[in-house]
């Protein structure tokens, strides 16, 4: 178990830019904040549902920018000021479920 | 014998002695767990917690309305789930997941009905406040919100996807919806002014507000504040403002700017712009102090860690404090005294003296959000 996490995080270098401090702080902030409008479990609200069954098909590079840029039209907000594009490939693999 | 034993305890036991153990609901107040699903019990005179009430599901984004006697809460979660609470067994009594995903809900002015705000599907599905049993399912083409109590058994709400307001007549055997109007685009919150004679309407996907004014038999939208903050650039929005409490005070509106770090402040007969306050970050709530001239006001991640005082006299910004990390709500004692301000990340309810504006006590809570106290029951709108 421990030797499959090791090898994702391998695959995924954005991620060991992160720090684990920084990790957890990214982890509050999805469940806290993006939660606010996409739900405390992601279920969506206001915002789509982001669980890992919606974003099966989603392209990490892809959802990486919707983070960085926002939707325009929509009340999805670019994150750029307070996030590093490592921080949104980040985000973008723990919402797929594929951060260790 | 056990019968003898009953008696002789009954003639031995003082009558105050039961009056001790009864509770009046008029000084408490229910505060929302967010991430446990589950609400803190709160006595605001003792300034203490009296216990938890767990088992509401998803509450990461809810609300509460009253019963007119203070005895009952009816509780609205994220998960489409409505609960009735009994402030004195401090149990659920009733509880139906009648939605998908819900966003807020009212009670009418006679207590009689239930009004839920749903996002999926789409519409306002409205209850017996005694039975939880559905009365009636109005749908939508889209996002219900902004959610209102209007007198005479009535609700207002908007739908985000279409801009479309509604107002629905309950009094009757069967229900009587209309269309009012086009509020405009992507109508964020709304909410009734505390005469239940405007029904003001926030919108995100344009500038301005669209009034409502249901004295009248027949309202129209009015639009103003249309080309706020002309001059700059729009800033990001990292949280929705909300309207439930919506200032009004000194005869103006208190308004937040969408997209821009500043108050707004609208003369409530003329609907012109009296003046704009700079604040610290995007307005989340701007709440009046009762009996004052202040509002209090709160900001969106990531400057949620501040809450500032405005004097609506002079529009000026008269304190700033940091009371602690990601401040969610603040609810006041009905008239003014405390102001009780939910910190979620340091899982606190902090209580200010509002003449200080220093913090005379604290509450532990995990992860709050909302705070509603029982007075609520009383107030047009909720």
Not at chain 1, 8 to 33: C, F, G, K, N, Y
Not at chain 2, 213 to 219: A, C, K, R, S, T
Not at chain 2, 351 to 358: A, K, L, M, Q, V
Request: include cysteine.
């Amino acid at each position: 178990m421990t030797g499959l996490a090791l090898s994702i995080t391998l695959t995924l270098p954005a991620t060991a830019e992160i720090s684990a401090t920084r990790a957890a702080e990214l982890e509050h902030m999805v469940l806290q904040d993006c939660g606010s409008c996409h739900g405390l479990t992601l279920k969506g609200g206001l915002g789509r549902p982001l669980t890992k069954a919606a974003l099966a098909e989603a392209d990490r590079e892809v959802l990486s920018l919707i983070i960085l840029d926002g939707v325009p039209g929509t009340a999805m907000p670019p994150w750029r000021p307070l996030l590093t594009e490592a921080e949104a490939l980040w985000i973008a693999d723990y919402l797929k479920g594929e951060t260790p | 014998m056990k019968r003898f034993a009953l008696v002789a305890a009954f003639l031995v036991t003082p009558l105050f002695a039961a009056a001790d153990e009864l509770t009046a609901t008029g000084d408490l107040g229910l505060v929302i767990e967010r991430a446990t699903g589950s609400l803190v019990l709160v006595d605001r005179s003792d300034r203490a917690a009296l216990g938890r009430i767990e088992g509401l599901g998803d509450l990461s984004h809810a609300s509460l309305t009253y019963s007119p006697d203070e005895r009952f809460a009816y509780v609205f979660g994220r998960d489409g789930g409505l609960t009735k609470v009994d402030l004195l067994t401090r149990t659920i009594v009733a509880r139906t997941v009648q939605a998908g995903n819900s966003i807020g809900g009212a009670i009418s002015d006679d207590g009689k009905l239930v009004a839920v705000s749903n996002y999926e599907p789409g519409g306002v599905k409205v209850f017996d406040a005694d039975t939880l049993a559905l009365v009636a399912d109005i749908p939508a083409d889209g996002k219900t919100i902004g959610l209102v109590d209007v007198p005479g058994r009535r609700f207002a709400w908007a739908v985000w996807d279409t801009g479309e307001v509604f107002l629905g007549d309950f009094s009757g055997a069967e229900p009587v919806v209309k269309m009012l109007g086009n509020a405009g685009k992507n109508p964020f919150d709304a909410v009734l002014t505390d005469d239940a004679h405007t029904y003001l309407v926030g919108l995100f996907g344009e500038k301005g507000v669209t009034a409502f004014d249901l004295w009248d038999e027949n309202p129209t939208p009015q639009k103003f504040l249309t080309d706020y903050g002309k001059d700059g650039e729009d800033m990001p929005v990292y949280k929705m403002p909300h309207l439930q409490s919506w200032a009004f005070t000194e005869g103006q509106y208190a308004l937040p700017a969408v997209g821009r770090h500043e108050i707004l402040w609208v003369d409530r007969d003329s609907q012109e712009t009296v003046a704009t306050t700079p604040v610290h970050g995007q307005p989340v709530f701007i709440i009046a102090q009762p009996a004052s001239p202040y509002v209090w006001v709160n900001f969106a991640t990531p400057l949620n860690d501040t809450v500032q005082v405005v004097d609506s006299r002079t529009h000026e910004v008269v304190a700033t404090l940091t009371p602690g990390k990601a401040i969610l709500h603040m609810e006041f004692a009905p008239r003014g005294a405390e102001v009780w301000i939910s910190s979620r990340d340091d899982n606190k309810v902090l209580i200010y003296d509002t003449r200080t504006r220093e913090k005379v006590a604290e509450i532990k809570a995990e992860a709050p959000s909302g705070i509603f106290f029982t007075a609520r029951a009383h107030q047009t709108g909720l």
